[in-house]
């Protein structure tokens, strides 16, 4: 455990922790594994409370999500999934020649593919450690596909698969993110950049600490994002910096090492154990749980309609998005807003609220104009 806020070290055991998370997913549940895209949606909303203990306790969101009433509209379609499957074997065909191309090496038989089978995640990214050893000291071009990447979160490992890794003849690691969303005139959507770019920082993440026990490794912080070209199926490559995005991850593992703490606050009896509860019981237990929805979690969270829902009906501005939450101060409900805007609540003196008061002036006056400016034989018109 990282040390906590405030209270130095945490002295606890560790187990300790391990089995809170086991009491909250059910004893009978197995852990759901932690991908890169769990990591990046966490990173995407750090303030959410509910997703951090969710995914810290390895609870399958999606099930939990069918359980409560408010399935899951989140994921990849089979036809993008067999898409992107058909392109990025397009990319590695030929011992990977169209991704060596795009990395500017000009011999293929210069370039090492080590073979990265083992037993099991543990030994798979216990092979990648050694290859990616190996291909630094080696001192040459070396291609790794698909290696696998552990992470510590929340006290237990998570495995991550990026789509490729790269080692240059001078030690430094690159990381690949193979996408099949086109890249139109050099440059493609700005929202499936800054997604893969968050995705691809959890994998830099995961490589530093394998570079830290590796002399003469360095992990690049530009990755190199591989799309079609235009409108054909013919890749191309562009460097996108991701220490933005690295560095925003970074903070939200630390806060997943305090989730400790956010199950500490928990009522005794709480958990979500989707088989051993009632519906009525599991929206109880997610409710005990602070929330932070926006709109953005509709393409990143598979409890994003119940928490939609949730936002709703409490009124919440945070249902109107982070720009309009941010915009508002003080107010925290569509009812303070609106009797801010009538001049029923609220300090003059506070901006978002003379904002408000200035805006309604400006529609009831426009609204009062509104006939004088239309045609006569429209303002008569009994229709």
């Not at 910096?241 to 090492?257: G, N």
């Not at 501005?317 to 009812?335: D, I, K, N, Y």
Request: glycine share 8%; hydrophobic share 45%.
């Amino acid at each position: 455990m990282s040390e906590f806020l405030g209270s130095g070290p945490d002295r606890r055991p560790q187990t300790t922790l391990r089995h809170r998370l086991a009491e909250l997913r059910g004893p009978a549940a197995a852990p759901h594994p932690l991908d890169a895209r769990a990591l990046a949606a966490l990173a995407a909303n750090p303030g959410c409370r509910r997703r951090a203990l969710l995914d810290g306790a390895g609870v399958d969101k999606a099930a939990l999500a069918s359980a409560l009433g408010s399935p899951s509209g989140f994921g990849q379609s089979q036809f993008a999934f067999m898409r992107g499957n058909a392109f990025e074997a397009k990319v590695k065909a030929d011992g990977g020649l169209e991704l060596l191309r795009l990395l500017g090496v000009e011999s293929q038989g210069d370039v090492r593919v080590p073979d990265l089978t083992a037993a099991g995640p543990e030994g798979r990214a216990a092979r990648t450690a050694l290859a990616l050893r190996e291909a630094t000291e080696a001192g040459g071009w070396s291609l790794l596909d698909h290696p696998m990447l552990a992470l510590e979160v929340a006290g237990s490992p998570a495995y991550l698969e990026p789509d490729a890794v790269v080692v240059r003849p001078d030690g430094r690691w690159t990381v690949v993110e193979i996408k099949s969303f086109p890249m139109i005139d050099g440059s493609a959507d700005a929202a499936k950049v800054g997604a893969a770019a968050r995705q691809a920082a959890v994998y830099v993440l995961a490589l530093e600490r394998v570079a830290a026990l590796t002399d003469g490794a360095e992990v690049t912080h530009s990755v190199l994002l591989v799309c079609p070209k235009d409108f054909s199926n013919q890749p191309t490559g562009s460097l996108v910096d991701v220490r933005k995005q690295l560095s925003v991850t970074r903070r939200q593992l630390a806060r997943l090492t305090r989730v400790e703490d956010i199950a500490a606050a928990l009522p005794e009896g709480v958990t979500f154990d989707v088989e051993a509860c009632s519906a009525e019981q599991l929206a109880a237990a997610v409710d005990a749980v602070p929330h932070a929805y926006a709109p953005e979690c509709l393409a990143a969270c598979e409890l994003a309609f119940h928490c939609r829902d949730r936002a709703r009906e409490a009124g919440a501005v945070e249902a109107l998005g982070r720009s309009v939450r941010g915009e508002l101060g003080g107010l925290t409900t569509v009812g303070a807003v609106l009797a801010a805007a009538r001049g029923e609540a609220g300090d003059p003196a506070d901006p978002a609220v003379a904002a408000l008061r200035r805006a309604a002036a400006l529609r009831a006056e426009a609204v009062a104009q509104a006939p004088a400016r239309m045609p006569k034989e429209y303002v008569e018109c009994p229709c």
